[in-house]
Every structure is written in C-alpha cells, then in structure tokens.
C-alpha cells in the first residue's frame, strides 16, 4: 500500500526548490540531491507507468545518470547496469540467446529487440545478414529508446559484464 510522502518530505523538496529558484547555476551536488527527492516523491504518489515515462522524472534521472560518473558526466559506474525496461528485457534476451539460439537473435522477437542482442553478442553475421553496420544498428536500436544512454559503448559493456561475457 503507497501511503505517500510525509509532509516532512514535502516540506523539506519545497524548501530545496525555494533555495535553489534564484535563477542561478545550481552545483551538481544540488542538483543531485533535488533530483533524487523529486523521485523518491514521485515514486510514493504515482503509479508506476506514470513514474517511469513522466517527463520530470525522466529529467531527474538524466540528472542522476550525469552527476554519479566519477565526475566524467557521461555515465554511471560501469559495473552499474541501467534500469530502463529496455536495457532488463535485453539482458534477459541476451542469455536467451546464448543458451537457446546459437549466441543470435531470436527471430520472434521485435526487430530493434534483434539488433541490440546482436550488439551486445557482437553478433556480426546477423548484421551482415540484416545489412547493417554496428553503428547503424546502434543508431537504430537507440533512437527506438526513452532514455538513450549517452554513451553506447559503455552501456554495451555493462550488459555484456551483467550476462558474464566481460569481467
């Protein structure tokens, strides 16, 4: 049973908002912290298909995802696997694929399904097949996204790390 945020929580992202609405440059810590309220609230009082496509917590993760890089402002750990539908299902796909197609795509599943399995097994055959490059595919597969990660090579290796094919 979601109960909601107490209204100690409402009161202390208000005051963060408050303090923060000069119109100046907000520090990243600031903006970290803003953002990681803005969810913890948004997940209390919205059901969770409004949470995950509502454009201010889309906003708040971006926000998260750049300022929890190490500083680099590109991504998250790399050991640190997203938690986007997308990238899960594609996890699973991937150990699908390797323990019952061969290492490629299965021909039932969605076409941008298909080619990030075959990205993520370095599956070169299948893209010859389909005649696509690695980046076209990866151009292909991101655009069919929500929430792209902004750097696909390094989202590529967190899957691949997650189903046991990098250390």
């Known amino acids: 049973m979601t109960t909601g945020p107490t209204p100690q929580m409402r009161t202390a992202y208000l005051q963060r908002v408050s303090d923060l609405s000069s119109g100046q440059p907000i520090a990243a810590s600031?903006?970290?912290?803003?953002?990681?309220?803005?969810?913890?609230?948004?997940?209390?009082?919205?059901?969770?298909?409004?949470?995950a496509v509502?454009?201010?917590?889309?906003?708040?993760?971006?926000?998260?995802?750049?300022?929890?890089?190490?500083?680099?402002?590109?991504?998250?750990?790399?050991?640190?696997?997203?938690?986007?539908?997308?990238?899960?299902?594609?996890?699973?796909?991937?150990?699908?694929a390797l323990r019952n197609h061969g290492g490629h795509p299965y021909g039932g599943w969605s076409s941008g399904e298909k080619l990030g399995v075959a990205l993520v097994l370095r599956d070169r055959e299948y893209l010859e097949r389909e005649g696509m490059t690695p980046t076209q595919a990866a151009r292909r597969v991101l655009g069919?996204?929500?929430?792209?990660?902004?750097?696909?090579?390094?989202?590529?290796?967190?899957?691949?790390?997650?189903?046991?094919?990098?250390?």
Not at 30 to 51: N, S
Not at 59 to 86: H, K, Q, S, W, Y
């Open 54 to 96: 509502d454009s201010r917590c889309q906003l708040a993760r971006a926000v998260l995802a750049a300022n929890t890089a190490g500083g680099d402002g590109i991504a998250g750990p790399a050991d640190e696997l997203p938690a986007d539908d997308f990238t899960q299902a594609l996890v699973g796909m991937c150990r699908s």
């Open 144 to 167: 069919g996204m929500l929430m792209p990660p902004p750097d696909v090579n390094v989202w590529l290796a967190t899957i691949r790390k997650a189903i046991g094919l990098e250390q």
């Open 30 to 51: 600031d903006a970290v912290a803003l953002a990681a309220d803005l969810l913890d609230l948004a997940r209390q009082v919205m059901p969770g298909t409004w949470f």
